[in-house]
């Protein structure tokens, strides 16, 4: 089992940046396929972004593609999601999740190890 947590989060205007961070501990963290989920209130939490064990593979929600990238350093244990051109529909709980590397990474289902969350807040 790994260990998640997120930090980074914040209030921003619309249009800012936020970089969100997630430093995992526990079994090895090379081994997991990370992605970012966020859920806003009343609605579902949803995948954003997802990066393979590798790092060779990337997925993006049609909502934050060409504005949201993430990242990972192996050697350091952490995965990032840098956020530009922020919206205030991006408004939400962010969280870190790992999931087994045999699986695809743009399935939510395929990720089962979550941090406690980080609130981000854009304001319009």
């Known amino acids: 089992q790994v260990q998640l947590v997120e930090s980074g989060g914040g209030l921003v205007q619309a249009g800012g940046s936020l970089r969100l961070s997630c430093a995992a501990s526990?079994?090895?963290?090379?081994?997991?396929?990370m992605g970012w989920f966020r859920q806003a209130p009343g609605k579902e939490r949803e995948l954003v972004a997802a990066?393979?064990?590798?790092?060779?593979?990337?997925f993006y929600a049609d909502s934050v593609k060409g504005r949201f990238t993430i990242s990972r350093d192996n050697a350091k244990n952490t995965v990032a999601l840098e956020m530009n051109s922020l919206k205030s529909e991006d408004t939400a709980v962010y969280y870190c999740?790992?999931?087994?590397?045999?699986?695809?990474?743009?399935?939510?289902?395929?990720?089962?190890?979550w941090g406690q969350g980080t609130q981000v807040t854009v304001s319009s």
């Open positions: 526990g079994r090895s963290f090379s081994t997991y396929n």
């Open positions: 990066i393979s064990w590798t790092g060779g593979k990337t």
């Open positions: 999740a790992a999931g087994a590397r045999i699986y695809t990474i743009n399935y939510p289902e395929n990720f089962d190890s």
